[in-house]
Nanobody
Framework: QVQLVESGGGLVQAGGSLRLSCVASGRIDSINDMGWYRQAPGKDRELVAVSTSGGSTNYAIAVKGRFTISRDNAKKTVYLQMNSLKPEDTAIYYC???????????????????WGEGTLVTVSS
């Protein structure tokens, strides 16, 4: 099976920074998109940032210019550098990855998305 484990959350004052990490492990042949989502109390889960296997990135408007997503494919790890944090960034942050597995000798593949259990980020005013 595949596991995604996030780390790096915590309590920080407004204007501060945090760096989240997410490591994927298990039966993985390759990973397509890796991204971060967040869910604040009473709100739906929303996309924060995504990094594609081709190297492109996309960000939610609310975090553009403050957050940076990066990945290390060799380590199967995605990072989220969060700067200039605001109280409204308070949420549980979840890692998401689309894992690809080769299923036969002809090279057929299956893709499946996995979620981590989340890491809490709290920004105090």
């Amino acid at each position: 099976q595949v596991q995604l484990v996030e780390s790096g959350g915590g309590l920080v004052q407004a204007g501060g920074s945090l760096r989240l990490s997410c490591v994927a492990s298990g039966r993985i042949d390759s990973i397509n998109d890796m991204g971060w989502y967040r869910q604040a109390p009473g709100k739906d889960r929303e996309l924060v940032a995504v990094s594609t296997s081709g190297g492109s990135t996309n960000y939610a408007i609310a975090v553009k210019g403050r957050f940076t997503i990066s990945r290390d494919n060799a380590k199967k790890t995605v990072y989220l550098q969060m700067n200039s944090l605001k109280p409204e960034d308070t949420a549980i942050y979840y890692c998401n990855a689309e894992v690809v597995r080769v299923v036969n000798v002809e090279g057929a593949t299956v893709k499946k998305k996995y979620w981590g259990e989340g890491t809490l980020v709290t920004v105090s005013s």
